[in-house]
């Protein structure tokens, strides 16, 4: 009994770690951290925060900064959490100036062969500064001595002149956490709005009640107050990343700080940074990688007088003004709201940025006469935007938005590839927020997207056994531009067909035509006469015969039982197969499936079989349709189940016989 | 001066007389077109060795680029370190018709990190640039040098160096001072070289080919050093950084690594020393010392990269891994060899080219652009054994897929050997499944099915056991592709031997797993182990190559609901016979007992092209007999 209560020991301990406003002291371990054999609240966790504390405020030495200290201890139980033991640093740097980390310091605490506890201190000389690109540099550096159930702890000081956007801190992270605490200090000068993410609370109770300290920011005469918060957080279960979520940005749990004014330390007066959208429409009206590119469009009347020349309808003219901007600047893969060269530069370059581009092609719009208009938002990857007010460090991406005879269009150019009205999928995120020179901006939905395959399949078995006959496909969406990408990969249609027949090994090619693949704003139309090994020969009297010959779900995408976040699948899909086949003269049908019918809650998507006969040919159509881009976590179990019917129903093969 | 003026007029008229070759599309050779994502219409390369200690590196190239496919060849990637400088980068981008769109020089280029992501720190960087241009075909012409501080190595000379890309014309000339010793060798070259004297009275040595077409990626395709076009070049003198030496064989360039790079970086604290007598003092066998000795190694080291300056080709000292207890695989294999000579047992370094396909040191000709890792050999009489030492899991004396069967270079003092690490054979990679299950009426299947995995087949589950059971739990719903699978229990137990053994053994259920229709059941009786088809290659040029074989047995006993089922068509029974593999597969039915087995046998080996298109029909065969759907029907 004793025993057992020995092993509770380090849980209870770490359970019982009070939070504090203080930092923990650096430099001491207990032996019961180090005896832990796993963390009671995840005994999967291969390494846990034992505590987590930081510190940041706005310094006012020789400039103004933010100063930010960091300071963790780690516990690694086994090889697995070894990599919590390489840590890197991000910083961002520019040519003049940028942030700096000092005051590194790290040290191991480990049980060593003979059974005692030694510490190994990290050598400042072992820290690496690694410049990765012209934004950004990384600090590098590996704790010594990591093994089996050792205990990491670690700490530097962070230095940034980039006050307009506060040290962030993340509550959530790959490993669980005992405590995590982060004390900010404010001046009254700079009032910044904080929003706290994801699903985890915060600590409540008098200790984290915001606190003042009086006069302690003094610049150039002027003092100001301080306002002390105190944010904690216990208990903080790993995020776990599951498949078809959009960015775990949207659901990790994280304080984030946007500067909303602040008082000028030479005139004395208030300075607004970001406060409410008619604020912001103003600023971006004037803004020069924005607004001011967005009055450009003289720069290309007389570049699009060929482009426009025998378009009458507005359509075919923004068609054709979207193909044209699409074709003369490529896209550096920078993703951004804001111009890098400006339309000018990037059109004579023929490459910028997103914004380079889509602005551009709003500006071309408006100068060929298109009711044209900026919508900002955040791609899939950077996660969602906050609605109540303004946080423009939160968009990452503009896109065009064109009113056409009464119809809107969501456009972008970055991609050669995409057709009229059709969003990248990085784009499918969300909602979007309307700018225009004009008029106050607001918020829009996107409309759904759309994908969809239509197959026709028409057969004769022949008396050797083989199917012959014809593959017709009818492509829409981004099932369209994924097939239409695939074909650009090859020299000619030729050299593609030559790639898809070797890769179905069972279906021989004998001549594909593929229609459209220049056309985006059509269907993709593939037609192939093949031919399919199904018997070696027709001798035997029974024949089974699975009519899903193409796509066939085997696994189930779904296994796990329950889910945390919602299936994002960022588009609707629909899938229809009719399968035609002709059997010879004396054969039919003797079996076959049954129909199925199945539908999700809510119009949320079918999955239909249907099955035909009549004399010696028969006819099978399926229909798998997902009309929702989204699905709630509470939805899971039905898609989950829906998968499960398909694959059973596709499991079931029909029989004929040999009249 | 005279003769500096000479060079730079030489070098502008050189530029000049490929600034006007014409550079439209439509005059590539239409033979060179079929599979061809790019083309190099021109590409002249040289190295030039300036004195004992340097050499200059120049490129003048032009391709021109089909399609997005190739867009990767048009990027421009000039690898510099502190021993490296970069001069005068410049190009132009053309259209299809050869219409000049724009220019570009070193301003467009970007400058970045080019350490790994494992990597803590390595000193070289990449200076990169991809032109932007939305239409195809287009063609970017460039010309650039770099000046590098050694002469231990130089670059191969690949005139194709990716699939789908084709050769219009390229030459490589290699310059060097008549006292300037070189080795060199031509591999698939049909023009040998040329050799002859240059105006500054240096030799030169010129290789060039001309209108090789594009080849395609093939699966089962052996190491392209057997089919591609290439020439290697070694000194026989040479400088690298502070330190020189020569070398015409393995032996000697063996010899030089271990004098001038290895000896003297093993020495250890005493109490280090005190510390691994203490270990092993009692285990007589020399071989169970060394077991002991490299556990004690993986438990308190981890892998972690660092290349510094001659970092690249030095370990760092034992006494720093030995304090920090970390290291790359050179500093790593360092260390416990020094751990291992203070209980007086030999080991040997070993350079070699690890990966999962085998490369082999080339036995005839030394140079040091072979290799890229690092072990460590045990001679031990009749038994010599093999360390990986970046691995904090690997059972002592196992290679596995990264290092095994080929040739590598040990560096000892008396000089560099070749040796030969091991193979594992089809028969031993073997993976043994058992599974007894109950099928019930309602299309349920339940029960236990275990798992023995061996040889390389060790490591198919491996991963998965160092994670917790509730992480192992939801990750083998992933490994095993039977829907709705519900684990009772999962339990795995390791043996970590040389021929390492992992048992794994599962108790499931999963629903539905048979289809219900009528009084038919609709199921696969390969429940566990479904091939997947290879890619068909018409008209293959190169030979096919296993790289490593397997066996894997499989035997399912599914208990019925009853006595009185019968097969609705025929059971299947299989048996397929070639000489890179062997499968059958069965089906019979006994009372309420059905029983399926499965055995696949694929033979490591090189097998002639033609062998490809029996291989493809193989697996197809294979494919279909895993996928055969049993109908069973209720009397």
């Given at each position: 009994m004793k025993k057992f209560l020995l092993a509770l020991a380090p849980a209870i301990f770490a359970l019982c770690t009070s939070v504090n406003a203080q930092d923990f002291d650096y430099g001491k371990f207990s032996y019961d951290e180090l005896n832990s054999k796993s963390y009671n609240n995840d005994t999967s966790a291969h390494a846990v925060v034992l505590k987590e504390y930081g510190n940041a405020r706005i310094g006012e030495a020789d400039r103004i900064t933010v100063e930010f200290d960091y300071h963790v201890k780690i516990k690694i139980f086994d090889n697995k959490g070894f990599d919590n033991g390489n840590i890197e640093i991000p910083i961002r740097v520019n040519s003049d100036s940028g942030e700096e980390i000092t005051d590194v310091e790290g040290v191991t605490y480990y049980i060593n062969e003979k059974g005692e506890a030694v510490r190994a201190e990290l050598n400042p000389k072992n820290v690496y500064t690694v410049k990765d690109n012209i934004y950004w540099t990384t600090v590098k550096f590996a704790m010594p001595?990591?093994?089996?159930g050792c205990v990491i702890e670690y700490k530097y000081h962070l230095r940034s002149p980039y006050i307009f956007k506060f040290k962030s801190w993340d509550f959530q992270s790959d490993i669980p956490k005992v405590s995590s605490v982060y004390q900010v200090r404010l001046p009254a000068v700079y009032n910044y709005k904080i929003s706290l993410r994801g699903f985890l609370k915060l600590l409540e109770g008098k200790e984290y009640e915001p606190q003042l300290d009086r006069e302690c920011f003094s610049v150039n005469g002027i003092k100001a107050d301080c306002s002390r918060f105190l944010f904690a957080m216990k208990d903080i279960p790993a995020f776990k990343e599951e498949e078809y979520m959009t960015s775990k940005n949207n659901f990790l749990s994280a304080l984030n700080f946007e500067l909303e004014d602040y008082t000028s330390l030479n005139t004395g007066s208030k300075v607004k940074v970001t406060k409410e959208w008619k604020d912001v429409d103003r600023e971006m009206r004037t803004e020069e990688s924005f607004g001011s590119q967005l009055k450009?469009?003289?720069?290309?009347k007389d570049k699009l007088v060929p482009v426009l020349?025998?378009?009458?309808?507005n359509l075919e003219k923004a068609q054709a003004v979207y193909h044209f901007i699409q074709k003369n600047i490529k896209f550096n893969k920078i993703y951004g709201m804001y111009c890098g060269d400006g339309v000018k530069k990037s059109f004579e370059k023929h490459t910028g940025n997103s914004a380079d581009i889509n602005i551009a092609l709003i500006v071309a719009l408006k100068s060929a006469g298109i009711d044209a208009d900026a919508v900002i938002m955040s791609t899939r990857d950077h996660g969602q935007v906050t609605k109540i007010y303004p946080v423009l460090s939160e968009f990452d991406y503009v896109v065009a938005k064109a009113e056409i005879d009464g119809k809107s269009y969501f456009l972008d150019a970055t991609d050669p590839l995409l057709g009229f009205g059709m969003l990248p999928f990085?784009?499918?995120n969300d909602q979007g927020r309307v700018f225009s020179l004009e008029k106050p901006s607001f918020w829009i939905d996107f409309a759904i997207q759309k994908e969809t395959t239509t197959y026709s399949l028409d057969f004769k078995l022949q008396e050797n056994g083989k199917l012959k006959g014809t593959i017709s496909s009818y492509l829409t969406g981004y099932d369209a531009y994924r097939k239409r990408a695939q074909i650009k990969k090859f020299n000619t249609v030729d050299e593609f067909i030559e790639n898809y027949d070797e890769r179905m090994s069972k279906i021989k090619i004998l001549k594909g035509t593929i229609n459209n693949i220049d056309s985006l704003e059509a269907a993709l139309i593939e037609k192939y006469e093949v031919e399919i090994d199904v018997y070696d020969n027709l001798d035997a009297k029974k024949f089974t015969f699975n009519p899903f010959l193409l796509n066939k779900i085997t696994e189930n995408p779904f296994k796990l039982e329950e889910r945390n976040y919602p299936v994002d699948w960022g588009v609707a899909s629909t899938e229809r197969i009719t399968l035609n086949i002709e059997l010879p003269q004396n054969y039919k049908v003797e079996y076959s499936p049954k129909n199925v019918g199945l539908a999700l809650p809510d119009n949320g998507g079918r999955f239909i079989t249907n099955f035909n006969t009549t004399g010696n040919v028969f006819t099978f159509s399926h229909i798998i349709q997902l009309n929702k881009p989204v699905y709630s976590a509470s939805e899971y179990p039905y898609i989950k189940e829906l998968f499960n019917q398909i694959i059973l129903a596709q499991k079931v093969d029909l029989l004929f016989t040999k009249g | 001066m005279k003769h500096l003026y000479f060079l730079i007029i030489l070098l502008a008229a050189g530029l000049a007389a490929r600034a006007q070759q014409n550079l439209d599309v439509s005059l590539v050779p239409k033979q060179l077109l079929p599979y061809a994502s790019s083309v190099i219409r021109y590409c002249d390369e040289s190295v030039q060795v300036d004195d004992p200690g340097s050499q200059t590196y120049r490129i003048k190239k032009a391709i021109t680029i089909f399609n997005s496919s190739g867009d990767s060849d048009a990027e421009i990637l000039v690898w510099h370190d502190k021993s490296t400088s970069i001069r005068s980068i410049k190009g132009l981008v053309y259209d299809g018709s050869g219409k000049l769109l724009s220019k570009f020089s070193e301003s467009n280029f970007e400058d970045a990190y080019a350490g790994n992501n494992f990597s803590l720190f390595e000193d070289t960087r990449v200076m990169h640039f991809r032109p932007a241009v939305v239409d195809y075909p287009y063609t970017i012409a460039y010309e650039y040098e770099t000046r590098e501080k050694q002469t231990l190595y130089f670059s191969r000379w690949l005139p194709a160096n990716n699939t789908n890309m084709a050769v219009e014309h390229s030459t490589f000339t290699f310059i060097c001072k008549p006292g300037f010793n070189i080795r060199y060798k031509e591999v698939n070259l049909p023009v040998k070289v040329q050799t002859g004297t240059n105006k500054a009275g240096m030799n030169t040595f010129t290789w060039q080919v001309s209108n090789l077409k594009a080849t395609r990626e093939e699966p089962y395709s052996a190491d392209p050093e057997t089919f591609l076009a290439m020439v290697k070049i070694a000194p026989v003198n040479f400088k690298y950084g502070a330190l020189n030496g020569s070398f015409n064989n393995w032996n000697e360039l063996g010899k030089w690594m271990y004098t001038r790079l290895l000896a003297g970086r093993q020495v250890l604290a005493p109490a280090t020393v005190a510390d691994v007598k203490e270990l092993v003092k009692d285990i007589p066998d020399e071989k169970a010392r060394a077991k002991k000795i490299y556990e004690y190694m993986q438990q308190r080291t981890r892998y972690i990269s660092i290349q510094i300056g001659i970092g690249g080709f030095q370990p760092f000292p034992a006494t720093d891994v030995d304090r920090l207890n970390y290291g790359d695989c050179k500093a790593l294999v360092n260390y416990t060899q020094a751990l291992l000579a203070a209980a007086n047992i030999p080991s040997y370094y070993c350079v070699v080219e690890a990966g999962s396909r085998k490369v082999n040191f080339d036995p005839v000709f030394a140079s040091m652009n072979d290799g890229n890792h690092v072990i460590l050999c045990l001679p031990f009489k009749n038994d010599t054994t093999w360390l990986e030492c970046t691995s904090q899991k690997m059972p002592f004396g196992y290679l596995g897929?990264?290092?095994?069967?080929r040739t590598v270079l040990a560096c000892t003092p008396e000089g560099g050997m070749i040796l030969h690490t091991p193979k594992y054979i089809a028969e031993k990679n073997l993976q043994v499944r058992k599974a007894e299950l109950t099928l019930d009426s309602a299309g349920e299947v339940a029960g236990s099915m275990k798992t023995v995995y061996k040889g390389t087949q060790y490591e198919n589950q491996e991963e998965l056991t160092y994670e917790a059971p509730a992480d192992q739990l939801k990750q083998i719903k992933k490994t095993y592709h039977i829907n709705n699978l519900e684990i009772g229990r999962l339990k795995f137990d390791k043996i970590k031997n040389i021929y390492p053994e992992l048992n794994e053994e599962l108790q499931f259920s999963a629903r539905n797993y048979a289809s219900i229709a009528g009084s038919k059941l609709h199921f696969t009786p390969n429940l566990a182990n479904r091939s997947r088809g290879i890619r068909e290659v018409r008209n293959r040029l190169t030979d096919v190559c296993i790289q490593r074989g397997y066996t894997d047995e499989d035997e399912i006993i599914y208990t019925l609901p009853a006595n009185n089922y019968r097969h609705e068509k025929k059971p299947i029974a299989i048996s397929i016979d070639k000489p890179f593999g062997k499968y059958t597969a069965s089906l019979t039915l006994q009372g309420n007992k059905l029983i399926y087995k499965r055995n696949m046998k694929l033979i490591d080996g090189t097998y002639p092209k033609e062998t490809y298109a029996e291989m493809v029909k193989f697996f197809e065969d294979i494919v279909d007999a895993d996928n055969y759907s049993a109908i069973l029907v209720k009397e």
């Open positions: 001595a990591v093994r089996n450009k469009k003289d720069f290309f020349a025998g378009k009458s309808t990085r784009c499918l | 897929d990264f290092t095994d069967d």
